[in-house]
């Protein structure tokens, strides 16, 4: 049995897509807080087990029969190591073969902030002593791509990112990183350090968009705090906001950039093409 956590996320979702090209649904379990969320994934044959990283008796239950287990990065910043301690003591306790966990590029010299909880998790798996496996992921180029439709209403891309490169990939091609290692043997005690096969800053990414929409997209480059308070006056949430500033900044000093290639060796197909990807973005004609 393969479990993977934070089933009914973004990412989650997409890794249960990804196993299922792999494996029978049968041999896949959902660990989710709200079951009521995942009927779509229960009507694929999904096993559905409810669990709380801040309920660790949940988690115990959860956990039984489990030979494989997927932890995907809890999304309360601030908050992730007493949770993903949790899930690692229960995981030990369950007698998993093979913990995976979703962690960020190069967490252990990023200069972004938002390393430091999974710095601290990846220690905490270690010296857990379960077999691992840490997939690094770089950012989501989908990140970048929900703002297209604000960037051709005001002709600028808006960030702190100077001329930070971003190797970003597809949130599909970090899922089918998981499912590979979920499904084959030989990955314990591996880190991957995931990106995407190139790499752009967001000055290309503002002429790619311009490109390819005919609507001249330019990139602004602003003080942190500065582009933390456009966030905000986007309607952004406090914390989201300081992430995504924080991060652009991180980016300026190379901490999204990866030139390996390991996502696409690991995968077996290059990642998606960021051209691609803003096509697929771009509001219908």
Excluded: C
Aim: no cysteine; hydrophobic share 45%; aromatic share 4%.
């Amino acid at each position: 049995m393969v479990i993977v956590t934070g089933a009914t996320g973004q990412l989650g979702r997409l890794v249960i897509d990804a196993l299922l090209q792999k494996l029978p649904a049968s041999e896949i379990a959902a660990v989710v807080r709200d079951p009521n969320k995942a009927a779509d994934l229960a009507a694929r044959g999904i096993e559905i087990r409810q669990a709380d990283y801040d309920q660790p008796a949940s988690l115990a239950a959860a956990f039984k029969q489990g030979e494989k287990l997927l932890l995907i990065s809890a999304n309360e910043v601030g908050r992730r190591v007493p949770q993903h301690q949790a899930v690692i003591d229960a995981a030990k306790r369950a007698g998993v073969s093979l913990l995976a966990y979703t962690s960020i590029l190069h967490a252990d010299t990023s200069p972004l902030p938002l390393a430091a909880e999974h710095k601290e998790t990846e220690r905490l798996i270690q010296a857990s002593g379960l077999p691992a496996v840490v997939l690094r992921n770089g950012w989501y180029t989908e990140n970048y791509l929900a703002g297209i439709p604000t960037a051709l209403q005001y002709g600028v891309v808006l960030g702190s990112a100077g001329e930070g490169r971003i190797a970003s990939a597809a949130r599909a091609d970090y899922a089918a990183a998981a499912a590979t290692v979920l499904t084959q043997d030989g990955h314990a005690g591996r880190i991957y350090e995931l990106a995407g096969d190139g790499a752009y800053t967001l000055a290309e990414l503002a002429a790619e968009i311009t490109r390819q929409s005919g609507k001249t997209v330019v990139y602004q480059n602003m003080p942190e705090a500065d582009f933390k308070a456009a966030l905000l006056g986007a309607g952004l949430p406090d914390f989201l906001a300081t992430l995504l500033a924080e991060s652009d900044v991180g980016a300026s000093k190379g901490g999204l950039h990866d030139d390996g290639r390991q996502l696409s060796q690991l995968i077996g197909r290059p990642t998606a093409p960021l051209a691609d990807m803003v096509k697929a973005a771009l509001p219908a004609a």
